[in-house]
């Protein structure tokens, strides 16, 4: 089982930044896929914002490359999403998840099939004005 407990976020300008973190606690060993997914409204699909894989290799969606970066901090069991150059198309429920998957590379694969996530947290709202 892994927790998974978000903070940050709130609300900003257009130009703006904000940082996001996750404390991971339960299992976090082993090939462990973490990542930040948005819902923009409830109902729609969740996107994919950005995925670590356990090699600590990353991926993006296309909206958010070059603005957001997906970090974590193994020490602090702490996973974080660095938002610059906010948007009011970025203003969204972001959420933080974790998946198993049984090949490292499968968590990039994750990113566009948010269902394969096994563990969410309850997610936290984020809002740009323009």
């Known amino acids: 089982q892994v927790q998974l407990a978000e903070s940050g976020g709130g609300s900003a300008e257009s130009g703006g930044s904000l940082r996001l973190a996750c404390k991971i606690s339960?299992?976090?060993?082993?090939?462990?896929?973490m990542g930040w997914f948005r819902q923009a409204r409830r109902g729609n699909e969740r996107e994919g914002v950005a995925?670590?894989?356990?090699?600590?290799?990353?991926s993006y969606a296309d909206s958010v490359k070059g603005r957001f970066t997906i970090s974590r901090n193994n020490a602090q069991n702490t996973l974080y999403l660095q938002m610059n150059s906010l948007g009011p198309d970025d203003t969204a429920m972001y959420f933080c998840?974790?998946?198993?998957?049984?090949?490292?590379?499968?968590?990039?694969?994750?990113?566009?099939?948010?269902?394969?996530?096994?563990?969410w947290g309850k997610g936290l709202r984020v809002t740009v004005s323009a």
């Open positions: 995925v670590l894989a356990g090699d600590g290799s990353t």
């Open positions: 998840a974790a998946g198993m998957p049984v090949l490292v590379d499968g968590c990039h694969n994750y990113r566009t099939h948010y269902h394969a996530m096994d563990y």
């Open positions: 339960g299992r976090t060993s082993g090939n462990l896929c």
